[in-house]
C-alpha cells in the first residue's frame, strides 16, 4: 500500500487542502473524447453529481505522435483541460502512464516506438526506459511551467505512473519486479511533491500509494 496508505493519502489531502474530514470522491474524464468547448459543462455535471476530483489518463500516441514532435492542441490541450478543471474548483489525478489502456489504441503507446531497435515494452529495456523517461519528464514539466501541481497552488493532488501493471507482472518475471522499482524512482525523481500512484501494484516500493 505504500507508505501514505489509502487512509493515509485521504489524510494527506484533508490537511493539505482542507483542514476538515471528508472523503474526496474521483471520476474519470478523458479530455481527447470530447471537444474543448464541451469540456466545461461536462466538468460542472461531475461536480453536480458529487466528485471532488477528475482523474484523466495522458495519451502518448497523441502527444507525440512523431518521435520529438509533440501536440497540444484542440482536444488534446492538456493545459487547458486541466485549468478547466481547476476552474471548476476540482481536484486533478494525472494518470501519466505512459501505458493508458482505456480501451485506447496500442495502450496510449505511440506507434513508432514499435519500430526502435531492441525494444521491449513494459520491463527493464535500456530503449524502453529511457523513451519512458523522457515522456514522463515532459508532462510534469510542461504541469510545471504552468504551476498546475498543488504544491505551486494548482488542481493536481495525485500523479501515477504505469497502470494495473500488477495484472501483468509475472509475465516478465524478475525483469517485471526490476521494472516497478524502477518506475516508481524515475516518477518520484520528477519531484512533484504530491503523492504518486501505481495501480493495482501491491509491490510498488514506499512511498508509492498502490
Known amino acids: 500500500m505504500g507508505k501514505y496508505g489509502i487512509l493515509g493519502l485521504i489524510l494527506f489531502i484533508i490537511v493539505l487542502y482542507d483542514g476538515r474530514r471528508r472523503i474526496l470522491q474521483s471520476g474519470s474524464v478523458h479530455y481527447p473524447r470530447a471537444t474543448p468547448e464541451m469540456w ?37 490541450d492538456l493545459v487547458r483541460f ?76 495525485l500523479a501515477q505512473v504505469e497502470n494495473e501493471y500488477g495484472n501483468v507482472e509475472w509475465a516478465y518475471g524478475v525483469g517485471g519486479e526490476l521494472y516497478v522499482k524502477w518506475a516508481a524512482e524515475t516518477a518520484l525523481s520528477l519531484n512533484t511533491s504530491v503523492p504518486w500512484v501505481m495501480c493495482s501494484q501491491s509491490d510498488a516500493p514506499d512511498p508509492i500509494v498502490s
Open 40 to 76: 466545461p459543462e461536462i466538468i460542472e455535471k461531475a461536480k453536480e453529481g458529487g466528485l471532488d476530483v477528475i482523474e484523466t489518463y495522458v495519451f502518448w500516441n497523441y502527444h507525440e505522435p512523431v518521435k520529438g514532435q509533440y501536440y497540444f492542441e484542440g482536444r488534446f
Open 82 to 157: 486541466v485549468k478547466t478543471v481547476h476552474d471548476a474548483g476540482l481536484f486533478v489525478h494525472l494518470r501519466i502512464g505512459p501505458y493508458a489502456c482505456a480501451e485506447w489504441n496500442y495502450g496510449g503507446f505511440p506507434l513508432w516506438l514499435h519500430f526502435i531497435p531492441g525494444i521491449q515494452f513494459r520491463t527493464i529495456n535500456g530503449p524502453f526506459q529511457a523513451e519512458m523517461e523522457r515522456f514522463l519528464a515532459k508532462i510534469v514539466n510542461l504541469m510545471k511551467e504552468e504551476n498546475l501541481f498543488a504544491s505551486q497552488g494548482g488542481p493536481i493532488i
